[in-house]
């Protein structure tokens, strides 16, 4: 069973950066797809960033390109990189795992993922 931990959030102002992590507990990351979402109050829970297995090729939501960067350490913790934060950033990053490759399909659709965290909360201030 894989368990995630994500960690990192927190409150600030436009314009700042925040790195959120997220590691895995009973198992690690190794051979997982692994992804962020956000959800907002009132909002779906959306697609922000994926990651392959071996770290070689990632992709955005339309929204935080040129913004935020993900990445991987050893298969063991991966980080979602976050700059110029902007008011509408404010949600609850979720961390996600899949035991498929990236080109398996759906990693941008919330039923694409096996395991997801608790989430952190990121509150960006206007």
């Known amino acids: 069973q894989v368990q995630l931990v994500e960690s990192g959030g927190g409150l600030v102002q436009a314009g700042d950066s925040l790195r959120l992590s997220c590691a895995a507990s009973g198992r690690t990351f190794s051979g997982y797809t692994m992804g962020w979402f956000r959800q907002a109050p009132g909002k779906e829970r959306d697609f922000v960033a994926v990651?392959?297995?071996?770290?070689?090729?990632t992709y955005y939501a339309d929204s935080v390109k040129g913004r935020f960067a993900i990445s991987r350490d050893n298969a063991k913790t991966v980080y979602l990189q976050m700059n110029s934060l902007k008011h509408e950033d404010t949600a609850v990053y979720y961390c996600?795992?899949?035991?498929?490759?990236?080109?398996?399909?759906?990693?941008?659709?919330?039923?694409?993922?096996?395991?997801w965290g608790q989430g952190t909360q990121v509150t960006v201030s206007s």
């Open positions: 996600a795992a899949r035991n498929n490759p990236l080109t398996y399909g759906d990693y941008d659709r919330q039923r694409g993922y096996d395991y």
């Open positions: 990651i392959s297995t071996s770290g070689g090729r």
